[in-house]
């Protein structure tokens, strides 16, 4: 089974801090992504990679950076966490036209 | 794909009954369509895709969606379902040469006893 792992489910960070979402995946996949859930929202894309050191933005790059220094890792950065930042965080691998995705990380930022 | 449109945000229907989750999408060229479904405190899980051929799909735990070019929809359906059907539905959609899905809003499905 393909798995993506999530380090963290929920997180409760303060306003300001520099806040790290770290995504593992199992499967050699090329693509990676990062979206945020938001009720009535959807998913909405933050930033994917499509390779090593390879990133694009996605719909809602504003105040996050990503980081993908290994093939299985993904990493979604808050440089300075806000409250509108709350939400849950979702990534996901891809390959063969499927998407695998994480339990997801619930962060509240206070 | 430039954006997916799904109609209802909430359906409850009850438990045997057929129900059906309306998808709409916007793009200007060729997509590949999907539904995945999210239960309760779990990531998004692939429920069928449409690529090409056939209209209909069939995916898992009986569901099936039918893709109408004309429409531009993909219509989520199940003859029968059960409690355990209860969860968030996401259709999603991405463009043939570019590997960016677009979800659209979601339907929280609740069956009813």
């Known amino acids: 089974d393909v798995k993506v792992t999530q380090s963290s489910r929920y997180l409760v960070k303060r306003t300001g801090e520099k806040v790290f979402l770290e995504c593992v995946q199992d499967?050699?996949?090329?693509?990676m992504f990062w979206y945020r859930q938001d009720p009535g929202l959807g998913l909405r894309l933050i930033y994917f990679s499509y390779d090593v050191k390879m990133k694009e933005k996605g719909d809602i790059p504003e105040g996050y950076s990503v980081s993908r220094e290994k093939k299985e890792r993904f990493s979604l950065i808050l440089e300075s966490a806000s409250t509108n930042q709350t939400s849950m965080y979702l990534c996901?691998?891809?390959?063969?036209?499927?998407?695998?995705f994480g339990q997801g990380t619930r962060l509240t930022v206070v | 794909a430039q954006s997916v449109t799904q109609l209802d945000s909430q359906v409850p229907v009850f438990e045997e009954a057929p129900v059906e989750l309306r998808c709409n999408y916007s793009?200007?060229?060729?997509?590949?369509l999907f539904w995945y479904v999210q239960y309760p405190n779990q990531g998004l899980q692939l429920l069928l895709k449409?690529?090409?051929?056939?209209?209909l799909v069939k995916g898992i735990n009986g569901f099936e969606a039918e893709f109408n070019k004309s429409q531009t929809s993909f219509h989520l359906r199940k003859p029968s379902v059960h409690i355990s059907d209860t969860a968030e539905y996401f259709c999603?959609?991405?463009?043939?040469?570019?590997?960016?899905?677009?979800f659209g809003p979601g339907t929280s499905l609740s069956v009813i006893p």
């Open positions: 996901a691998s891809s390959s063969n036209l499927q998407a695998f």
């Open positions: 999603a959609a991405r463009e043939t040469s570019y590997d960016k899905v677009i």
């Open positions: 499967m050699d996949h090329e693509n």
């Open positions: 449409y690529l090409s051929g056939s209209t």
């Open positions: 793009s200007s060229v060729s997509v590949y």
